[in-house]
């Protein structure tokens, strides 16, 4: 199975990670082992870019940190998304959507 182009995804990964912290509050691995599975291991997140992108919704103002108590292993930073990132995702989710459209058009229509 073919991988996915990074450069097709690079663009919306801020948004990729808004749409699983609007589901729960959560920690880089745990969300990079999600996209591992959606993708069925055809797109991962290396850790820089990961925590590149956390840092760059924090001072955004798009997600908040904290650190978690955890009893067994390492402490976990964990990231949950603010009212103002949860706005965030459903613009770029509508203007990803109105971008996927146009390159339907461009792309396919008219190729049967």
Known sequence: M??????????????IL????CEKDSYG????????????????????TLYTA?????RAGY?????????QG????YYTVTQEGRAAY???RNEWQNAK????RLIEDGKD
């Open 2 to 15: 073919a991988g996915i182009a990074s450069d097709m995804i690079r663009g919306n990964t801020d948004t």
């Open 18 to 21: 808004l749409r699983f912290l």
């Open 29 to 48: 691995y745990e969300i990079n082992k999600q996209i591992l599975k959606l993708t069925d291991g055809q797109y991962g997140l290396n850790e820089a």
């Open 54 to 58: 956390f840092k760059r919704l924090e």
């Open 63 to 71: 997600i908040t940190s904290y650190w978690g108590n955890e009893n």
């Open 74 to 77: 390492a402490r976990r930073r």
């Open 90 to 92: 459903e613009a770029n």
């Open 101 to 104: 459209r146009l390159l339907e």
